[in-house]
């Protein structure tokens, strides 16, 4: 029942509808739903080995298709990009 519920999902999303609203509506993470599905910025592995494959081939503005993880049914879009910077001194700088 969870994965015929994501395909429909799913489905509304390709047909236009709005992620934030939907999440809002359907997602069953509380802490999320209360912000449109928004879980801020996250590196791709910290999505772990279900999702995170699945994201990284993704393009601004894209969904995953529905995904199970031991959590449960996910779709994910991507909104946004942002290039983390990664030299040696900007990370010790950050300790």
Do not use: C, Y
């Amino acid at each position: 029942a969870a994965q015929a519920k994501a395909e429909t999902i799913r489905a509304r999303l390709a047909g236009g509808a709005d992620f934030a609203k939907l999440a809002q509506e359907e997602s069953q993470d509380a802490n999320s739903r209360e912000r449109g599905g928004d879980l801020g910025w996250m590196t791709t592995e910290s999505f772990g080995p279900e999702l995170g494959p699945r994201i990284a081939g993704l393009r601004d503005g894209e969904f995953t298709p529905p995904v199970k993880s031991p959590g449960g049914w996910h779709i994910i879009q991507v909104v946004e990009r942002r290039q983390a910077d990664r030299h040696v001194a900007h990370l010790r700088d950050a300790e």
